[in-house]
C-alpha cells in the first residue's frame, strides 16, 4: 500500500507538470489572470460533478469545519497564477523544480515545528541533505537550458 501511495504522488507530480505547461501556453495567449479564472472555473464545474455524483455523505459539512481549512483555494488560485506566469519566463523544467523546493523547504517547516496541526517531524541531516541536492538540481536544470540567456530574451 506505501508503494502504492509513492506511485500515486509520483502521478500527482506529473500531473501538476503537465497542467503547469498547458496553463503557461493558455496564459501567453489569453493572459495569466483569464488563464487562471478558467482553470478554476472548469477545475469547479468538474468538482460539482464529482461531489453531486460520487461523493458519500459526511458527518462534517463546510460549515462545521475550522474556517482556516477553507484558504487552500487561495494558496491554490496563488499557485497556479505565480506558475503560469513564471513558466513564460523561465520553461516547465525550471519553474516545476522551482515549486518542488519550494514545497520541499516549507514540508520541513511544517513537520519539523508540527505547524497546522500536524504531527511534529524532527528535522534529521537527511532531510537537510535531501534539500540541498534539490537547491542544486535547481541551478544545474536553470544553468543547463540556457536560462541564463534567454531570460533576457522573455522578459522583453
Known amino acids: ?21 498547458i496553463n503557461g501556453k493558455l496564459g501567453q495567449h489569453i493572459g495569466a489572470l483569464h488563464a487562471t479564472f478558467i482553470n478554476f472555473l ?4 468538474l468538482s460539482a460533478l464529482l461531489v453531486i455524483f460520487l461523493e458519500p455523505a459526511h458527518s462534517q459539512t463546510i460549515m462545521d469545519v475550522p474556517k482556516w481549512q477553507l484558504s487552500g483555494a487561495i494558496f491554490g488560485i496563488l499557485y497556479i497564477f505565480l506558475m503560469i506566469f513564471a513558466i513564460r519566463q523561465i ?16 514540508s520541513l517547516l511544517i513537520d519539523t515545528f508540527g505547524l497546522l496541526n500536524n504531527n511534529a ?9 535531501a534539500f540541498a541536492l534539490l537547491v542544486a538540481a535547481l541551478y544545474f536544470i536553470f544553468t543547463s537550458n540556457g536560462a541564463r540567456e534567454n531570460l533576457s530574451d522573455r522578459c522583453n
Do not use: D, H, K, Y
Open 42 to 45: 472548469t477545475g469547479t464545474i
Open 121 to 129: 517531524i524532527p528535522l534529521t541531516w537527511n532531510r537537510v541533505a
Open 1 to 21: 500500500m506505501l508503494f502504492f501511495m509513492i506511485l500515486l504522488s509520483l502521478a500527482g507530480g506529473c500531473l501538476l507538470s503537465v497542467q503547469a505547461a
Open 91 to 106: 520553461g516547465t523544467g525550471v519553474a516545476t523544480v522551482g515549486v518542488i523546493l519550494g514545497q520541499l523547504g516549507m
